[in-house]
C-alpha cells in the first residue's frame, strides 16, 4: 500500500474504527441509490475517479451522496447531503471513449458522522441504518398494497421489462420493497433523497404509497391518450388505404366510379331496413345523390354517415311486450324491497295497459330524491315486460336541438338525444327513461321543453321529426317513463303530460333491509367475492348507515358497502383469511373516521345554536342555525346566504326576542348594546323559506338567556310577530331526515297535527312529537333548564 502514490486516509484511521465505519465518498448529481439496487454510476471528477479506484483496489465499499446543487463541481462536505447508500463495486468499466462507469450494488443507509479527509478525495466517518427484520402488521399492511399497486404501476408502463414485475413480487421485506419502488419510480433526485432519508419505515412507505399513486394517475392518462390518438389515426389510415385499394379494384374491373360495392351493400341496406314506404323513396334518392359525388368530397362522408343513421334505425323492429302481471310484481320485488305504493300503481298501470292495449297509457314520472330507486325501478319494467331500456339524461339540456337534433348543414350534426337512444335500443317499443325531466332549461336556444312535449304527445309522436333525420319516426309505441328530484321544477305542461309517482326517502329500518337483500349481495358479486366470504352483521350495517352516510336514498350507502367488501377482497386475494367477518370497530380502519357521527351533538354544545329541519329537493335535511352577539347598536347581520324569506323570518324572530326581553329574562340595555348575527352555515340546502322561524328564535333565545339547546331535539316552524307557530310543508321528509341524524324529539306546529299520518311508522316510534302552538312552548321544550357556564355569551 506503501508505494502508492496516493495517501491513503482509510488505512491510517486515528481511533481505529471497524472498517465500514469509514467510508469513501463519492458525490453524485443526479441519481440516488438506494439499498437493494443495483445501478451504473457514471464518474468523471478527477476525485471521484480517484475515489472509486482506490475504493476497487482496497475492496472497499464506497457510499454516495447526492450533492445539494448538481452544478457544483467539486463538492465539499458542506455541499453534500448528509444521508446516502454505502454500496459495493460489482464492476468497473472503463468505455472507450474515456467515461467511467461503475456498476453497483446498494447495501445500507448511512449518515455523515464527519469527515475525516477531503483530500484526494472524500472519507467519512459513517453511521449505518439497517431495516427492521420483524414489522408490525400495519406496515406489513401498506407493503401488501405497496406491491400490489407497484405491479400495476409496472404493467402501465409501455416498455417494462417482465422481470420487474416479478423481481417486485419476489421481495419480502418491507424496506426493500419500499426502495426497490422508490429506484424505479420516475421522480426527481430531490425527491428520492428524501425518501432515502426517511429512515422510518410507516413514513417511507406512505410516502412511496402517495408518490406512486401519482405516478399511476399520470401513466394511465398518458397511455388513454395513447390509445385514443393511435385509433384514431390507425382509422383514418386505414379508411384512406382501402379507398385507394377499392379505386385501383375498380379500375381494374373496368368499373370507373360508378356503382362501388359499398354503395351496393348500402342499397341492399335500405332495402331490408323496413323504412316506411316514404322514408324509403326518400333514402333512395339520397343514395342516388351519393353516388353521383366524388368520394373524396366532404360532402359524401357527411351523406354517407347520414344513410347510415337511416338504414340502422329500427324503423320496423318491435319487441312482443309480455305483459304478465304476476310476473312483473315477481320482477319488481325480486329488484326492489318495500316501496309497496309505488310497485301497486306500476301494476295498476301496466294492468291498464294489458287490457286496453291502443288506448293512451298515461306517462308515468317517479319523483323523488337521489338513490332511492327511480331508475332502477324503470329498468325493472322494462325487464317485467320484456323490452328493451334506454335511458335519456336531460340534466342540463338547454339546448333544443340536443332534443331534436341538429340540421344537417355542418360537419358532426347528428340526431337529438331521443332518435340516438331509439337507436341504441334497437326496437321501436323499448322503455325510454327521460331522466332528470326537472333540470331542463330553457335559452335562447330555443326550449327543450316544448321539444320534449311533442316526444310524449300521442297526437303527434307518431311522427317525430328529428331535425337530422329530417323524416318522421314513430315513437307512439315506446314506453315513456320520467324522473325528476323536484316536482316544482318540471315544466308545467309537461307536468300535466305525466302521472306523478312520488318515492320519499328510506327510513334506517328500511336501508338496513335493502342493504342486507341487495346491496351486499350485489357487491359481493362486483368484487368477486362468495357470499360466504364476507360477513356485515345488521350491527355494521347500521354504523355504516349512521355514521357514513347521509342522504334519503341508498347510493353512498352502497358505495360505502362496496368500499368495505373491496377490503375484504384484498385480504382473501393475498391469502390471509379464507372468510371476513367485519366488526362494527373495523370500520374507522377501513372508511376513515366516522363522518356524520355526532354533528349535533357537537355544534349545539354552546349557547347559541339550534337545530332546525329543512326540506330539500333531495329528501330533508338538518341544519344549524347558530347566533352570536358582538358589541354594537342593535343591528341584526344575517349570514349564509340566506334567501329574502328567511331573512324576514330572522327579522321577526329578533322582533320577538325583544318584545319577550322581559319574560325570557333579558336586559334590555344589553340588547341595546349588541349586534346579534344570525348565521346558517353553507351546505347543499336550500336557505329559504319561513320554516326556520321557530329555530331562529330558540338559537337567539339561547344565546341571549345562556342556555343551550338540548342535542337530541329539533324543530320546524314559521313564526308570527305575536309568537304564534305556524304551520309549514315537507314534515315527512323533515321528520325522516331527523331520526336519520339520530335527533329524539321534534318541536312541531300543532297545525301540522294533520300530516302525522304521512309519517313512517318506524318514525312515529323513533321520534317524540312536542306540538306546539306558541313559541314559549318550543323554547320549554328545546332549552336546558340550567345556563352554560359562561364562555361566549
Ligand atoms: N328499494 C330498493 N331496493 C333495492 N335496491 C334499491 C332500492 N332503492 C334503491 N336501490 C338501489 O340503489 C341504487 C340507486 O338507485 P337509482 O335507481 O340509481 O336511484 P335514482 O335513480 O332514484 O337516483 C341502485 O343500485 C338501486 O338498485
Ligand atoms: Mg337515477
Redesign the pocket.
Known amino acids: 500500500m506503501n508505494d502508492r502514490p496516493e495517501e491513503t486516509p482509510v488505512s491510517e484511521p486515528a481511533a481505529a474504527p471497524a472498517p465500514e465505519d469509514v467510508l469513501i465518498i463519492v458525490p453524485v448529481r443526479n441519481m440516488v441509490l438506494f439499498p437493494g439496487v443495483v445501478l451504473p454510476v457514471a464518474i468523471g471528477r478527477e476525485r471521484s475517479i480517484a475515489g472509486a479506484q482506490e475504493a476497487l483496489r482496497a475492496r472497499r465499499k464506497v457510499g454516495f451522496l447526492l450533492q445539494l446543487e448538481s452544478e457544483t463541481e467539486n463538492p465539499g462536505p458542506e455541499e453534500l447531503h448528509k444521508v446516502g447508500t454505502m454500496a459495493s463495486i460489482v464492476r468497473y468499466v472503463t468505455g472507450q471513449d474515456g467515461t467511467h462507469h461503475l456498476i453497483c450494488q446498494g447495501e445500507q443507509r448511512f449518515t455523515v458522522l464527519d469527515y475525516v479527509s477531503t483530500d484526494p478525495f472524500l472519507v467519512a466517518r459513517v453511521e449505518t441504518h439497517e431495516d427492521p427484520v420483524t414489522v408490525p402488521p400495519e406496515i406489513e399492511a401498506r407493503s401488501v398494497a405497496l406491491r400490489e399497486r407497484a405491479i400495476e404501476a409496472v404493467e402501465l408502463l409501455p416498455q417494462a421489462p417482465a422481470e420487474l414485475a416479478n423481481a417486485i413480487r419476489g421481495i419480502e421485506a418491507a424496506g426493500a420493497l419500499a426502495d426497490v419502488v422508490a429506484s424505479f419510480m420516475d421522480v426527481k433526485p430531490a425527491e428520492k433523497q428524501e425518501l432515502l432519508a426517511t429512515f422510518d419505515l410507516k413514513q417511507r412507505l406512505d410516502r412511496v404509497l402517495e408518490l406512486l399513486g401519482q405516478r399511476i394517475e399520470v401513466l394511465r392518462l398518458s397511455r388513454d391518450i395513447d390509445t385514443k390518438t393511435r385509433e384514431a389515426l390507425e382509422e383514418r389510415q386505414k379508411e384512406a388505404i382501402l379507398r385507394e385499394r377499392l379505386r385501383q379494384i375498380r379500375k381494374e374491373l373496368g368499373e370507373d366510379e360508378e356503382g362501388p360495392a359499398e354503395l351496393a351493400e348500402l342499397e341492399e341496406s335500405v332495402a331490408k331496413a323496413g323504412m316506411p314506404q316514404e322514408v324509403e323513396e326518400h333514402a333512395r334518392r339520397e343514395l342516388a345523390r351519393l353516388k353521383r359525388m366524388p368520394e373524396a368530397a366532404g360532402e359524401y362522408s357527411m351523406a354517407r354517415t347520414y344513410l347510415d343513421w337511416l338504414v340502422a334505425m329500427p324503423w320496423s323492429k318491435l319487441d312482443t311486450e309480455h305483459l304478465d302481471i304476476e310476473r312483473a310484481r315477481k320482477v319488481l320485488d325480486e329488484?326492489?324491497?318495500?316501496?309497496e305504493k309505488v310497485k301497486k300503481r306500476i301494476l295498476e298501470f301496466l294492468a291498464v295497459r294489458k287490457l286496453n292495449p291502443e288506448g293512451r297509457s298515461p306517462i308515468l314520472c317517479?319523483v323523488?330524491?337521489?338513490?332511492?330507486?327511480?331508475?332502477?325501478?324503470?329498468?325493472s319494467i322494462a325487464r317485467a315486460l320484456g323490452l328493451k331500456f334506454q335511458r335519456v339524461s336531460l340534466g342540463g339540456v338547454h339546448d333544443e336541438a340536443e332534443i331534436r337534433g341538429h340540421r344537417r348543414t355542418y360537419i358532426g350534426s347528428l340526431p337529438g338525444n331521443v332518435v340516438q337512444a331509439i337507436r341504441k335500443a334497437g326496437t321501436r317499443n323499448p322503455v325510454l327513461m327521460l331522466?332528470e325531466v326537472d333540470k331542463l332549461s330553457a335559452s335562447i336556444q330555443g326550449d327543450p321543453s316544448s321539444a320534449l312535449l311533442e316526444v310524449l304527445d300521442p297526437e303527434q309522436n307518431n311522427t317525430f321529426r328529428d331535425n337530422y333525420l329530417g323524416v318522421p319516426f314513430d315513437l307512439s309505441k315506446v314506453l315513456f317513463i320520467g324522473?325528476a328530484?323536484v316536482l316544482d321544477a318540471i315544466p308545467v305542461p309537461l307536468r300535466d303530460r305525466m302521472e306523478i309517482i312520488h318515492?320519499t326517502g328510506?327510513t334506517e329500518e328500511?336501508k338496513l333491509?335493502?342493504a342486507k337483500?341487495?346491496?351486499v349481495t350485489?357487491q359481493l358479486a362486483a368484487n368477486g367475492l362468495k357470499p360466504g366470504q364476507a360477513q356485515l352483521a345488521d350491527e355494521v350495517l347500521r354504523r355504516i348507515i349512521a355514521d357514513y352516510t347521509r342522504e334519503a336514498?341508498?347510493?353512498s350507502?352502497?358505495r360505502q358497502v362496496g368500499a368495505v367488501l373491496r377490503n375484504i377482497a384484498v385480504t382473501i386475494a393475498a391469502g390471509e383469511a379464507a372468510s371476513v367477518t367485519v366488526s362494527p370497530e373495523d370500520l374507522t380502519r377501513i372508511l376513515g373516521a366516522p363522518r356524520f357521527e355526532n354533528e349535533v351533538a357537537l355544534r349545539t354544545s354552546v349557547p347559541g345554536v339550534a337545530t332546525g329541519l329543512a326540506w330539500t329537493p333531495v329528501g330533508g335535511d338538518i341544519l344549524f342555525v347558530e347566533s352570536s352577539r358582538v358589541p354594537g347598536s342593535g343591528k341584526l347581520i344575517l349570514t349564509g346566504q340566506l334567501g329574502e324569506v328567511m331573512k324576514e323570518s330572522a327579522q321577526a324572530a329578533v322582533t320577538l326576542v325583544k318584545a319577550q326581553a322581559e319574560s325570557l329574562g333579558l336586559d334590555p340595555a344589553l340588547l341595546e348594546k349588541s349586534d346579534l348575527h344570525v348565521h346558517v352555515p353553507a351546505g347543499a340546502i336550500p336557505k329559504d323559506g319561513p320554516s326556520a322561524g321557530v329555530a331562529i328564535f330558540t338559537s337567539l333565545a339561547s344565546l341571549l338567556t345562556n342556555r343551550t339547546v338540548a342535542n337530541d331535539v329539533a324543530m320546524t316552524g314559521e313564526i308570527s310577530l305575536r309568537g304564534l307557530v305556524l304551520p309549514v310543508g315537507g314534515i315527512k321528509e323533515k321528520t325522516v331526515a331527523a331520526a336519520r341524524a339520530g335527533i329524539r324529539t321534534v318541536i312541531l306546529p300543532a297545525r301540522n297535527r294533520r300530516d302525522f299520518e304521512e309519517i313512517p311508522e318506524s318514525v312515529r316510534n323513533a321520534l317524540e312529537f312536542v306540538w306546539v302552538e306558541k313559541v314559549e312552548e318550543a323554547l320549554a321544550r328545546a332549552l336546558k333548564e340550567t345556563p352554560a357556564r359562561r364562555a361566549a355569551a
Do not use: A, C, M, W
Request: glycine share 18%; proline share 6%; hydrophobic share 25%.
Open positions: 329488484d326492489h324491497y318495500g316501496l317517479f323523488g330524491p337521489p338513490g332511492v330507486g327511480k331508475t332502477s325501478l324503470g329498468q331522466d324522473t328530484n318515492l328510506y328500511e333491509e335493502i337483500r341487495y346491496l350485489r336514498g341508498v347510493r350507502l352502497e
